[in-house]
Nanobody, 124 residues
Framework: QVQLVESGGGLVQAGGSLSLSCAAS????????MGWFRQAPGKEREFVAA????????TYADSAKGRFTISRNNANATVYLQMNSLKPEDTAVYYC?????????????????WGQGTQVTVSS
């Protein structure tokens, strides 16, 4: 069992920044990767960024490249998403996921556990 708690969402103007955190607890030793997904109204949950836990390899969606940075702190089992140059189209509920087994990190099906989500709203 892994529990995930997200924080850091909020309202920001276009061009601004937000930093999201996802704290993992429980059987974190079994975690292969953690990722951030987002879901906007009327849309499916989409991949944003992922990090493989042990060595920190990162993967980004095209929409996030150059603007977002995913990182992790192994000691406290926390993953972060630094979001810069935010755009109104980034508005969504952002979810943190943890994957126990190997799989494609860009696929939501790979992830076993999910947080409750944190709302990010970017105004124009």
């Amino acid at each position: 069992q892994v529990q995930l708690v997200e924080s850091g969402g909020g309202l920001v103007q276009a061009g601004g920044s937000l930093s999201l955190s996802c704290a993992a607890s429980g059987r974190t030793f079994s975690t292969y990767a953690m990722g951030w997904f987002r879901q906007a109204p009327g849309k499916e949950r989409e991949f944003v960024a992922a990090i493989r836990w042990r060595f920190g390899e990162t993967t980004y969606a095209d929409s996030a490249k150059g603007r977002f940075t995913i990182s992790r702190n192994n000691a406290n089992a926390t993953v972060y998403l630094q979001m810069n140059s935010l755009k109104p189209e980034d508005t969504a509920v952002y979810y943190c996921g943890a994957a126990e087994g190997w799989g494609a990190v860009v696929s939501s099906a790979t992830y076993t556990y999910w947080g409750q989500g944190t709302q990010v709203t970017v105004s124009s």
